[in-house]
């Protein structure tokens, strides 16, 4: 007989056993379920995965963004109709080849038959993905209707309806201009590890580090140029002396040569000699085109935000030519701006600045101050002004359409039975881009064909010249001819300026328009009454230049001369503080042409 004590040990011992036992079967189950559970998870994950892949499938090969309205449903239906048929059509030809390739007869086979299906298949789908995005179109119609109706736009992006606010916009637009100058004046004045120098007054000047680049050293110009110009400062009458003060710094520093000079000897007693003049591209294809006057309806050209651009990128360029690639990381993770980035930010900022000016100019007839024969009167007087200046007539002419046919454009969508009116202006405007791109085409091949011609003839005279005498320069005679040769080729290349430029301003004008007319800062009757301002302005515009030509004709390679030459000296004197007014600059033009008829007349008497 067992005792008490033994039986309680046994009794212990089991229960042990069996709490052992069912521990590790718990373990055993719960090690099961995750397991389960993980295969499960990586499931579910692979299956999101292939759902997200062929999602962007879809996409790219199907057109299903949220359309706008009916119309942009049937466009977008079309367009997965097409691009179904053509990857069908694609798949049938690719597939067997690709099979051949890999497989032989065998994958040759395998191959046809896929590509079967896909031709079968794909368009299908197409059709499908076509019509119910008709259908979404349709839906939208009401919404687009009401919207529109609200005076909302729509955002391409997004692909939502929204109220725009052309203050808010601008109060973006400085607020982003501050964040940019501040960077770079972060960027530019670090003051650590200074070089020693013979005298850092220039340095000082344009508040920069004497280890500045040239990359630097520019942009800290631009803005102080800003901050201390006359025209910023009218109450200052030591303004013009600063500013050319300023300038002078920036010539001697943006030299090499003079900046080393400058580093090791400090100021010299001649200022005129220290350095050579640097052009300004926004000045001189001002001057070169006249756009004194139209500034506030066109803001800075296109063609001239342009060659600045690429002349800081040039510098850019050359002052990163010896750094690090660890530098170049640093700047790309410090969020450097892209070039593209900044030109996006200065057309964004032109066409603002060109609506509110607008917003101005016609605010006496919109409000209400000022009758129709005044507003028209006042209109016909300000185009006729323009017209006598350069290019005037060109300016009125592409001006005022492009005014006009927005303004038509928008009113005829608001005022005209199914917007019948609004669709025929739209239709006026998309031909009337249609024939610029076309005349840029045309144009650009004949500046190409113009140079070339040009550039042979430069070689053929060299190789004369070599063959000729064994002299490997020109004469003065041979100069001469040359120059001449190639000055033929000018006015090609001013007429392929100014179909770029023609279609510069009609772009521009075109959001100008939409921002004035779609202001939810100010009530439907009063957007509606701009848009007849408007059209008024833009219609006396191109009346009046079409009189006055209307095109850009008769400009002889004298007067391109002329004006080049006029244009680099104006924004030579600009760079020094110096004011150089409309007049002065047609005064100056017409000497220059002067000056080079006599000099022709006096050599053709010579060689007689």
Not at 92 to 112: E, H
Not at 276 to 284: A, I, R
Not at 305 to 331: F, G, H, P
Request: with cysteine; proline share 2%.
């Amino acid at each position: 007989m067992l005792g008490e004590e033994e039986k309680k040990e046994i009794i212990s011992t089991n229960n042990d056993e069996t709490t052992t036992a069912a521990t590790t079967a718990a373990t055993t189950t719960t090690t099961t379920t995750v397991s389960e559970t993980a295969v499960v998870d990586k499931d579910e994950e692979a299956i999101d995965r292939d759902m997200v892949e062929s999602r962007e499938v879809m996409n790219a090969l199907f057109s299903t963004r949220k359309p706008k309205d009916g119309w942009a449903g049937l466009s977008s239906g079309l367009k997965s109709v097409v691009k179904g048929t053509a990857a069908g059509v694609a798949s049938l030809i690719a597939q067997p080849i690709v099979g051949a390739q890999q497989d032989g007869a065998r994958g040759f086979v395998s191959g046809l038959g896929t590509g079967v299906a896909s031709i079968v298949a794909l368009p299908l789908m197409g059709a499908a993905v076509g019509a119910y995005q008709v259908s979404r179109g349709l839906v939208n119609s009401a919404e687009a209707m009401t919207a529109s109706y609200q005076g909302k736009i729509w955002d391409e992006t997004k692909r939502e309806w929204y109220y725009y606010y052309l203050n808010k916009e601008w109060e973006d637009i400085l607020k982003e201009e501050k964040e940019r100058e501040s960077a770079n004046a972060n960027n530019t004045t670090n003051l650590d590890n200074e070089r020693p120098v013979k005298d850092r007054a220039y340095y000082d000047m344009l508040k920069v580090s004497t280890n500045a680049t040239q990359a630097e050293i520019k942009k800290s110009y631009y803005r102080e140029a800003r901050i201390c110009h006359p025209d910023k400062n009218p109450d200052d009458p030591e303004a013009a002396q600063n500013f050319q003060e300023l300038g002078h710094a920036y010539q001697i520093l943006s030299n090499e040569d003079s900046r080393k000079n400058y580093d090791k000897n400090g100021k010299s007693d001649n200022t005129a000699d220290e350095g050579n003049q640097q052009m300004d591209p926004l000045v001189f294809f001002a001057v070169m085109f006249g756009s004194h006057t139209v500034e506030p309806y066109v803001g800075e050209l296109w063609i001239a935000n342009t060659a600045d651009t690429l002349m800081k990128d040039v510098v850019e360029q050359q002052a990163a030519a010896d750094t690090k690639a660890i530098e170049d990381e640093a700047d790309e993770l410090l969020g450097k701006k892209k070039p593209s980035d900044e030109a996006d930010f200065r057309q964004r900022k032109r066409e603002m600045k060109c609506a509110m000016n607008i917003i101005k100019r016609t605010s006496d007839f919109v409000e209400g101050k000022e009758t129709e024969e005044q507003f028209v009167a006042s209109c016909q007087e300000e185009a006729a002004n323009i017209v006598k200046g350069s290019f005037g007539d060109v300016f009125c002419t592409t001006i005022g359409f492009s005014l006009q046919v927005e303004a038509d454009e928008f009113l005829g969508f608001k005022n005209s039975f199914l917007g019948m009116e609004g669709h025929a202006a739209r239709a006026k405007k998309n031909y009337k881009a249609g024939c610029t791109n076309i005349q840029i085409l045309n144009a650009g091949v004949k500046a190409v064909s113009k140079g070339q011609k040009a550039m042979k003839e430069v070689e053929s005279v060299q190789r004369n010249t070599v063959e000729g005498g064994g002299q490997s320069e020109m004469n003065a005679e041979q100069q001469a001819e040359l120059m001449e040769k190639m000055e033929e080729s000018l006015p090609a290349i001013l007429e392929l300026a100014w179909a770029i430029n023609v279609r510069d301003i009609s772009k521009t004008l075109k959001e100008v328009c939409r921002r004035i007319f779609t202001d939810a800062g100010v009530e439907q009757a009063d957007r509606v009454k701009r848009a007849e301002s408007v059209r008024i302005l833009g219609r006396e515009f191109l009346t009046i230049g079409k009189v006055s030509g209307g095109g850009v004709k008769g400009i002889d390679t004298e007067d391109i001369k002329a004006r080049a030459a006029v244009a680099a000296m104006t924004t030579m004197a600009k760079a020094q503080g110096q004011e150089v007014t409309e007049a002065d600059q047609e005064e100056m033009i017409k000497q220059a042409k002067e000056m080079s008829s006599a000099q022709k007349t006096t050599a053709a008497e010579s060689a007689n």
